[in-house]
């Protein structure tokens, strides 16, 4: 079952190239994405066994982040046949197949038991994302996509040194060196202690960068600006949790191994780090899409932070992962249909974004009251779970910090946000006939639906699902 839940989008990429309808193309991906959505409940609700000799396994981790990517797909995927109707004047010949092949490999990365593997799904998923992020064709489009795949190939080179390391790391107990996750857990206190941090952080590096965690965001704002919203809310919701994904995994090894304590001092300094970055260069910032990105790298820093932290916060920043992905949904689609409606992305010409456009106005404004974690929404449950946990582990200082950044991040991302959705619109802004319809609107509505059931209430079984996950990163050999 693991093979089809991969091949499903596969299968709808080959059929979309084939098409030779650029009309007719969008409307693969709705049935494409629910046959997605229900494949994967399916695989939620009844475990599947393993394949390709152990290879792909769908543990207690990769089903939070398999709930996320499907769900965030399929809100993606049907707003995209909106999108694509105002974009007649571009091919989407090779769009639509890219992100077929994005929701493909993003799945590869979340039922991935072998390190070599899972390296070759993230490569391969970031591979796809370029044709996306280029989709304007625009002189600022273009230099992102360099951006994003010179800086994103750096990293990935790293992530390969760091697997290469970790599997060396096993030779000092076996004699033969193995990148299946099961080995490496099982063998996690025989492994070479000096050869085992040299991985870990190279790895932190490599898949650092692909989350876009401080110093090594640099690839985000001009990828994330100028990519349509529909990928930038792919990106931002699906790429950055498969790498937290893949370091999880390099995470719960070093802790198995007895080294996590150095591990997770770096985790909870890298997690801060992304904060401070975030709120240094979020205060200033007149681009609301470029505002977005440096959003993304905080809370890609609020999820390393709450792993590091450990215990209640580790509870805490898995159901963040959560939060997150869908609220990015609403932030991104919303920034979108505004960006679409003025020509413009900055607050010198976006001005009364819930007058003129009022849907998305308003669904602007309440994703920004999410993700900065007010009530009643699900964010604000998750970072106060992690800030709990911080209080309840000793790390006061820690805590304090987290609780100062928020609120830094707050005021500074608000005076953005409420620049573009206050007041009126400015003479001589250049509108244009963009007006929210049911395919650009009700995606949106959906997502921002369940961030606030999840700040409200979680229902039984995602509580139980985040709680076999804690206890299978806890797991000791």
Not at 30 to 51: E, G, N, Q, R, T
Not at 318 to 333: A, P, S
């Amino acid at each position: 079952m693991l093979i089809e839940l991969i091949l499903i989008p596969l299968l709808g990429a080959a059929i979309a190239f084939a098409i030779p309808s650029n009309r007719w193309r969008p409307w693969l991906l709705p049935p494409v994405a629910i046959a997605h959505l229900v494949f994967a409940l399916k695989c939620l609700i009844h475990a599947p066994p393993p394949a390709l000799g152990g290879w792909l396994v769908l543990d207690p981790l990769g089903r939070l982040v398999l709930l996320v990517l499907t769900l965030l797909f399929t809100i993606c995927g049907i707003y995209t046949v909106g999108y694509l109707r105002y974009r007649p004047e571009r091919s989407n010949r090779v769009f639509v197949p890219c992100i077929l092949i994005f929701m493909s490999m993003s799945t590869l990365v979340a039922c991935s038991h072998h390190l070599g593997l899972l390296w070759v799904a993230i490569e391969a998923m970031a591979l796809s994302t370029a044709p996306l992020i280029y989709f304007n064709r625009t002189p600022k489009s273009i230099e992102a996509t360099w951006k994003y795949l010179l800086v994103g190939s750096v990293g990935i080179a790293l992530a390969l040194l760091g697997s290469f390391f970790l599997a060396y790391a096993s030779l000092s107990h076996s004699g033969e060196p193995s990148l299946l996750f099961e080995d490496l857990l099982k063998n996690a206190p025989f492994l070479n202690k000096t050869w085992l941090d040299l991985a870990f952080v190279l790895l932190l590096v490599g898949y650092g960068t692909k989350m876009g965690l401080a110093p090594m965001h640099t690839w985000k704002p001009d990828a994330y600006g100028e990519a349509p919203g529909v990928v930038g809310a792919m990106l931002a919701g699906g790429a950055t949790n498969c790498a937290f994904l893949a370091l999880l995994r390099v995470y719960q090894i070093c802790q198995a191994s007895g080294a996590g304590f150095h591990a997770s001092r770096m985790m909870i300094f890298i997690g801060l780090l992304s904060m401070i970055f975030a709120a240094v260069f979020m205060a200033s910032q007149r681009d609301f899409k470029r505002m977005l990105a440096y959003s993304s790298v905080e809370h890609m820093g609020i999820l390393v932070l709450g792993v590091g932290i450990g215990g209640p916060a580790l509870f805490g920043a898995l159901l963040h992962m959560i939060n997150n992905g869908l609220t990015k949904g609403v932030l991104f689609l919303s920034a979108g249909n505004i960006h679409r409606a003025y020509g413009s992305k900055t607050t010198d010409d976006v001005r009364g974004a819930m007058r003129h456009l009022p849907i998305s106005g308003t669904l602007f404004l309440l994703g920004f009251f999410a993700v900065t974690g007010s009530p009643p929404f699900g964010p604000f449950v998750s970072e106060f779970t992690i800030l709990t946990g911080a209080f309840e582990r000793g790390r006061f200082l820690v805590g304090a910090g987290f609780l100062f950044l928020l609120l830094i991040i707050f005021i500074g991302m608000g005076r953005t946000v409420l620049t573009v959705v206050q007041g009126r619109p400015k003479p001589g802004s250049p509108l244009t006939a963009y007006r929210d319809g049911v395919f650009t609107a009700l995606p949106i509505i959906t997502s921002l639906c369940l961030v606030t059931l999840l700040g409200v209430y979680i229902p039984t079984p995602l509580r139980t699902m985040l709680a076999d996950a804690v206890r299978f990163m806890e797991v000791r050999p």
